[in-house]
């Protein structure tokens, strides 16, 4: 079974959509989570950290689960540019390893 | 400028061929490492480093080598690429402890596209 699965999309929605991203994770031992946006091409960049209690961040929402080994994405008013891969991102504190979901694909439709 | 930086950005060589991927990062994070990232697998990990001298490998690090005699530098070196090396090579940092990235995030570079002919 894989650390992190991610539902790979693609994720077509139109502008000023709602859409919400799902991440599982396999080891109750994972203990820091993010989100991570990889623009095509590019190297991937930190959206926002994941905390237990949750945490928003403008239209960006993040929600974490750890009974449920279980973290969430949700992106309110879709803009174009908020098309890219959307990566969850687990870390075992012990010897600082992260583990990467494939990333799941949105397109922002005008 | 401060932060992560690879080099070269582009390669093409040959099968057979030696190529080393330079990374460097200016904050003096303990922690560095190399992925690769292709399509249908995301992002492998080929390599890491949690100190200056101190390596091991990741999930994939069959024909390739890393060093790290200093806490800015973690290059990559294929000894004698293959097609199946035909990549783009990431490399990141972090700090668990401290500095930039306080909340243990990665930092990656902008990455090494590499062709193998």
């Known amino acids: 079974r894989k650390e992190v699965e991610q539902d790979p999309g693609p994720f077509n929605v139109p502008e000023g959509a709602t859409v919400a991203f799902n991440c599982t994770y396999s080891?109750?031992?994972?203990?820091?989570f993010f989100w991570y946006r990889q623009d095509c091409r590019k190297e991937p960049k930190l959206l926002m950290s994941?905390?237990?209690s949750g945490n928003e961040d403008g239209r960006f929402t993040a929600q974490l689960n750890r009974a449920s080994q279980y973290i969430s994405l949700l992106i309110r008013d879709s803009k174009l540019s908020d098309s890219a891969t959307y990566l969850c991102?687990?870390?075992?504190?012990?010897?600082?390893?992260?583990?990467f979901g494939t990333g799941t694909s949105l397109t922002v439709i005008p | 400028d401060a932060g992560i930086t690879q080099s070269p950005r582009y390669k093409i060589t040959e099968t057979g061929r030696q190529v080393t991927l330079m990374c460097h990062q200016t904050?003096?994070?303990?922690?560095m490492f190399w992925y690769r990232q292709d399509l249908g697998h995301g992002l492998r990990l080929i390599y890491y480093?949690?100190?200056?001298?101190?390596?091991d490998k990741g999930e994939v690090p069959d024909g390739y080598v890393v060093s790290r005699s200093k806490t800015e530098n973690f290059p990559l070196t294929l000894e004698s690429a293959t097609r199946s090396q035909t990549s783009v090579y990431f490399c990141?940092?972090?700090?668990?402890?401290?500095?930039?990235?306080?909340?243990?995030?990665?930092?990656f570079g902008e990455g090494s596209r590499l062709t193998v002919l």
């Open positions: 480093s949690a100190a200056a001298d101190i390596t």
């Open positions: 904050w003096s994070h303990s922690y």
């Open positions: 990141a940092s972090s700090d668990p402890i401290s500095g930039v990235g306080a909340g243990g995030e990665l930092f």
């Open positions: 080891n109750s031992a994972s203990q820091s």
């Open positions: 991102v687990v870390k075992r504190n012990t010897g600082n390893q992260f583990y």
């Open positions: 994941v905390y237990s």
